[in-house]
């Protein structure tokens, strides 16, 4: 038996029955194979944090005891399935419950190399977070937030339905279905605003605001070129309408971009900015959300898909088993959070 301080050797009563034989204290001493709990811990956390290679490596380096590589991936994607089943019980629902903060829902997606080519896998996941200080829309991009004070992320390689229903079900065991402070915030995919609307209706919305800022520079590029004079005016002009109007700022702005587009140049870009943000005329409201110090952008689910999606799965021949995708992009996320440790009292 391999134990978190290296190999024992035990000795217990094996007893027959009518319905086959059993160590009859392994369960009442937690033994289920040939690791203890402790000992797939430690390999688990191996296992989330480096390839099953380098986790290998790692378990003999710190703890100077031998497990096998197939192992690692073994012990590393059952208990990925086993916290994934446990979430309806997990004591999280009611620290969430208990955070007076703000609840945001940031989701996006991420590819991974499965068995059956690159995939997508969505990722939601579910912060409370403290109002930060007041804001500027000169200052949107140099204030620090607090972090997090609770969090939770679901994620899967499955169409927009069935997630929409995982994260419905996620929604409304943390009590955000019903909540009275949510807001949802992403990039301008259609399917994620679907969603929203689908599972969170009454949710606050904002299109992530490095977006839209991207989406202004990339169409007064396409008109007046790229590093001229005139594209670093209209661009700041077009930043400031947008950070301190909204809606109504952006569409005045346009409006005085297209009346001095040069002759014989499209104005097909600006047709298509104007198109993109039309599709979000109640998710601009930045100048407000910064007064009040709330979050202007998705940068937690794009640095969430970076942490937990790219740094892990996108290793060099890497390809996943797409059922193995969820539940090990929510174990790593589980494992920064106080969950982690219930994940192994519990069990």
């Avoid at 191996?46 to 590589?69: M, P």
């Avoid at 702005?253 to 587009?261: R, T, Y």
């Avoid at 407000?288 to 799965?313: H, P, T, W």
Wanted: aromatic share 6%; hydrophobic share 45%.
């Amino acid at each position: 038996m391999t134990t978190a301080f290296g190999s024992v050797r035990l000795t217990r009563e094996y007893t027959t029955g009518p319905d086959g034989g059993a160590f009859a204290a392994d369960a009442a001493s937690g033994i289920d194979g040939p690791l203890t709990l402790q000992a797939r811990r430690v390999v688990a956390l191996a296992g989330v944090r480096q390839s099953f290679a380098k986790a290998r490596q790692l378990v003999l380096e710190l703890c100077g005891w031998t497990v096998g590589q197939e192992a690692v991936r073994g012990v590393t994607h059952a208990e990925a399935r086993r916290a994934a089943a446990d979430r309806p019980g997990r004591a999280d629902a009611a620290r969430f419950a208990a955070c007076p903060e703000a609840i945001e829902v940031p989701i996006d997606a991420g590819k991974v190399n499965t068995l059956d080519g690159w995939r997508d896998v969505e990722l939601a996941a579910f912060p409370r977070r403290k109002a930060g200080e007041a804001a500027t829309p000169e200052a949107w991009d140099d204030r620090d937030l607090p972090p997090p004070t609770a969090r939770a992320v679901v994620a899967a390689v499955e169409g927009c339905g069935p997630f929409a229903e995982r994260v419905r079900r996620e929604a409304d065991r943390l009590g955000v279905t019903t909540a009275a402070d949510v807001t949802v915030l992403a990039d301008g995919a259609e399917w994620i605003w679907n969603l929203a609307e689908a599972v969170v209706p009454q949710a606050a919305g904002v299109l992530d605001v490095y977006h839209a800022v991207e989406a202004v520079a990339g169409a007064v590029k396409a008109v007046w070129g790229e590093g001229t004079v005139a594209a670093a005016a209209h661009t700041d002009a077009g930043r400031r309408a947008l950070l301190a109007g909204g809606k109504s700022g952006v569409e005045a702005w346009l409006g005085s971009a297209f009346a001095s587009v040069p002759a014989g140049v499209s104005t097909e870009p600006l047709l298509g900015l104007a198109g993109y943000l039309g599709k979000h005329p109640t998710r601009l409201d930045y100048a407000g959300r910064l007064a009040s110090g709330r979050s202007i952008g998705s940068g937690q689910i794009e640095g969430a898909v970076k942490q937990l999606v790219n740094q892990r799965f996108k290793k060099t021949g890497a390809r996943w088993a797409v059922a193995n995708v969820g539940p090990l992009v929510e174990l790593i996320a589980l494992c920064d959070t106080p969950d982690w440790r219930d994940l192994w009292v519990a069990a």
